[in-house]
DNA sequence: CCTATTTGACCCCA
DNA sequence: TGGGGTCAAATAGG
């Protein structure tokens, strides 16, 4: 991980979610994006993304995602992606990913996530 | 066979 | 009413 530029910008933060802007501990992807384990009811902090190192992090950043859906946003150049829980739905994962490129930059992804993970992300998924 | 992905339509909120 | 968001069905791939 040598060039990933990612911005983590919480509106109403303030349990934090971006816990490691760091370098993460050898590992390359996880646990530097939103772990939600947190108290809160409901869920959303927008990540941008920048660089393609970056686009995998929000490709994977820990959860497996199904994508729901796909809009054209007006005003927007790019359309926005919707995701969720893919297996740990049935589960009754509440968390949602939403997934906007940028305006102009192809390269800048605004990556919001939305509720609370209550899957064991480890069930079908490999070591990590 | 099961899971993931895609497109369209419908519904809800602003 | 418009835009945004979600769900559903079908198809493809593993």
Redo the contacts with the bound molecule.
């Keep these: 991980m040598s060039g990933i530029n990612f911005e983590a910008s919480s509106q109403s933060q303030a349990t934090g979610m971006i816990e490691s802007s760091g370098p993460v501990g050898g590992n390359h992807l996880r646990a530097t994006v939103p772990l939600f384990r947190k108290p809160q009811p409901k869920w959303t902090g927008h990540v941008r993304i920048c660089k393609q190192k970056g686009l995998q992090v929000s490709l994977d950043d820990g959860y497996?995602?199904?994508?729901?859906?796909?809009?054209?946003?007006?005003?927007?150049k790019h359309p926005?992606s919707?995701y969720?829980c893919?297996?740990s739905s049935a589960e009754g994962c509440k968390a949602?990913k939403?997934v906007q490129q940028s305006d102009e930059e192809r390269s800048m992804f605004i990556v919001t996530y939305?509720g609370k993970h209550t899957c064991l992300r480890d069930a079908?998924l490999v070591a990590v």
């Design positions: 497996n995602w199904k994508k729901y859906g796909q809009k054209d946003i007006l005003r927007a926005r919707y969720r893919s297996r949602m939403h939305q079908h």
